[in-house]
């Protein structure tokens, strides 16, 4: 037996998608990963994603795309992983001058992202597993901006990588929806511009061309990736494309301000989970 094949024997997606599942629902960290091993494939990652998705009583609106850090890319294959987003966590963004609020988990992960975003003009088929951007544009009912909420009972979720990741919800938490850009389709990418400000200080500047090969590239790869586990999107659905300016830690009491220039603003603070 290769060391692969022990390894395979002793991952149980079984038992720890609802380990995760009972600590998100709680707002309690956990000591580790809930596991003898952690998953050894994309595969396994997204088999423990599925159970939990299951277990999880709220209804699947949208996923999120993250990229595959490029050291471990090969040994993957992979260079984008997907998680998923429920309805009772989608905000919108404050219109009042208050900021939106998100849980941040006393000894898990949290932080924001600044994404843009698109809504499903209408479902995709089934059985299409493979997409290039321009096929997936005709799929854009709306380009939004937005603030991902990538959260996680497990503060080691990043470090352990993206089979981790992938296994417990894509590490998201949140979604924060803002305005849309009603012209996007005659706005070059890179002039759509924004700066993560956090507890007042810049943290990171970009554009929607930070994205490799764009926002459409990332649901191009999520249109193919859900389609093959069984979960087509649907007209309506949101897909965030990536974080543009970082992955910026923040703890219960952090301030975020995200800046899109002519696309708006949004504005919200980590609070303890309850």
């Known amino acids: ?7 395979s024997e002793a991952f149980a997606p079984a038992a720890i998608a609802p380990q995760f599942v009972k600590a ?18 994309m595969a396994d990652g997204y088999a423990v994603q599925d159970i939990a998705i299951d277990l999880w009583p709220d209804e699947l609106v949208g996923w999120k795309v993250g990229l595959v850090p490029p050291q471990h890319r090969e040994r993957l294959g992979a260079e984008r992983l997907a998680g998923c987003i429920f309805k009772s966590k989608v ?3 404050s219109s009042d001058g208050q900021p939106n ?6 000894g898990g992960f949290c932080a924001v992202e600044a994404e843009f975003i698109v809504r499903l003009g209408k479902d995709a088929p089934a059985d299409k597993t493979q997409w290039t ?14 603030v991902e909420i ?9 470090a352990l990588g993206p089979t981790v990741v992938a296994s417990d919800f894509g590490n998201n938490d949140g979604q924060i929806i803002g305005q849309a850009i009603s012209n996007w ?8 511009p924004v700066e993560t400000i956090i507890n007042g200080k810049s943290v990171g500047k970009a554009t929607a061309a930070t994205i490799p090969g764009s ?8 249109l193919g990736a859900v389609a093959a586990r069984g979960k087509p999107l649907k007209k309506g659905m949101i897909v965030t494309t990536g974080a543009t300016t970082g992955i910026h830690d923040v703890a219960a009491g952090d301030v975020a301000h995200v800046d899109f220039g002519p696309f708006g603003t949004v504005d919200c603070v980590a609070v303890p989970a309850k």
Not at 215 to 222: D, H, I
């Open 101 to 106: 609020t998100f849980r941040a988990i006393e």
């Open 150 to 158: 990538a959260g996680s009972p497990l503060k080691t979720i990043n």
């Open 91 to 93: 905000q919108q963004a």
């Open 1 to 7: 037996m290769t060391v692969s094949e022990a390894h």
């Open 24 to 41: 998100r629902q709680e707002g309690v960290s956990v000591p580790g990963y809930p596991g003898d091993v952690i998953p050894p494939t």
């Open 133 to 146: 951007a321009e096929e997936a544009a005709d799929y854009v009912g709306e380009l939004l901006v937005g």
């Open 215 to 222: 926002p459409l590239a990332a649901l191009a790869f999520l």
């Open 185 to 192: 389709r005659d706005v070059a990418w890179e002039d759509m």
